[in-house]
């Protein structure tokens, strides 16, 4: 049986503190849509990472603005989330940093 919450919210998952490097600009578009959405960077960053594994979808490098910074952040990755990121790094041979990037990416430009 599905209830309203499985919709919407995440299920308990152990969590595990990794530092990931963020370009500048995702962070600051990540930042913006704290202001419009009940979560934190954090939690936006595991629902994009998600969205990436269940779909699978534009796996890509994505062409990075000239002069793009890249600055790391700690951050709670699911535990869950984190074996499947592992497991697509070596089907497409992408390091996690970047599949949080493109993961971030392709959410915002969805």
Same mark, same amino acid.
Do not use: D, H, P, T
């Given at each position: 049986m599905m209830m309203a919450f499985d919709k919407y919210l995440l299920k308990k998952d152990n969590l595990l503190k990794r530092r990931i490097e963020i370009d500048s600009s995702l962070y600051q578009e990540? =930042? #913006?849509l704290t202001d419009i959405y009940d979560a934190s960077i954090n939690k936006l960053v595991n629902i994009a990472i998600i969205d990436l594994i269940e779909n699978e979808? @534009?796996?890509k490098i994505y062409e990075r603005p000239e002069n793009?910074?890249?600055e790391s952040h700690n951050f709670a990755i699911r535990a869950s989330s984190y074996a499947k990121?592992? #497991?697509l790094r070596d089907k497409y041979g992408l390091s996690i940093y970047k599949l949080t990037n493109i993961a971030i990416? @392709? =959410?915002l430009n969805d």
């Open positions: 990540l =930042a #913006k979808k @534009n796996i793009e910074i890249s990121m592992e #497991k990416y @392709n =959410a």
